[in-house]
């Protein structure tokens, strides 16, 4: 069933009132839900031609970069920081684990709850800035970090809870590996 919009103000403006409207009603919303397709008949007035559920959507976690903020988060929330110690465009076993686990519903939906997020990345291709690059080298070097990914948890003083292991890569085992050293 197709709804009319009995609005007639001139086919120029229908596209900005359009979008005004679109801002106006969700774009500072955290998620995008459903999406109507508008289409205009050439008289002025607007139909809705499809609406497109957005029903597998879940937001995105919040990775910082850097050390400070992410312990300045972590003392706010009363959580840990699980930093993930990675090679973003060249080391394999990385993306597997950021795809397995790290995007996954699951694992995005345990973090929010339980950790404030740190990614210290060592790209090969990818520019950072030297602030990033000497902070990463400095966290390599503090946590001796030798092998990507390696991920560990750590306490707000920074220290070290455990080393979650990555070699099973799913986010249960992974969440599960977690909660183990937590618990602790």
């Known amino acids: 069933m197709t709804k ?5 103000l001139g086919p120029g403006f229908l596209s900005v009132y359009l979008l005004a409207f679109m801002c106006l009603t969700g774009c500072n919303s955290a998620s995008l839900r459903s999406l109507s397709i508008w289409k205009s008949t050439g ?3 607007a139909t809705i031609e499809e609406t ?3 029903s597998e959507y879940f937001p995105s976690p919040i990775w910082y970069e850097s050390y400070e903020e992410a312990q300045l988060r972590a ?13 973003s465009d060249w080391c394999r076993p990385c993306k597997q684990l950021k795809t397995d686990v790290l995007d996954s519903e699951e694992f995005v939906t345990w973090a929010g709850g339980n950790v404030v997020l ?7 291709r990818t520019k950072q800035s030297a602030e990033s690059k000497e902070q990463n080298e400095d966290l390599k070097q503090r946590y001796q970090i030798s092998k990507y990914p390696t991920i560990l948890l750590l ?30």
């Open 155 to 184: 306490d707000q003083d920074g220290e070290v809870l455990g080393e979650i292991d990555v070699a099973n890569n799913t986010a249960t085992a992974f969440i599960e590996n977690a909660e183990s050293i937590l618990s602790n």
């Open 4 to 8: 009319k919009v009995g609005i007639v």
């Open 118 to 124: 740190l990614e210290l990345d060592y790209p090969k």
């Open 43 to 45: 008289d002025g007035v």
């Open 52 to 54: 497109i559920s957005d």
């Open 75 to 87: 003392i706010e929330q009363g959580k840990p920081i699980l930093a993930g110690f990675t090679g």
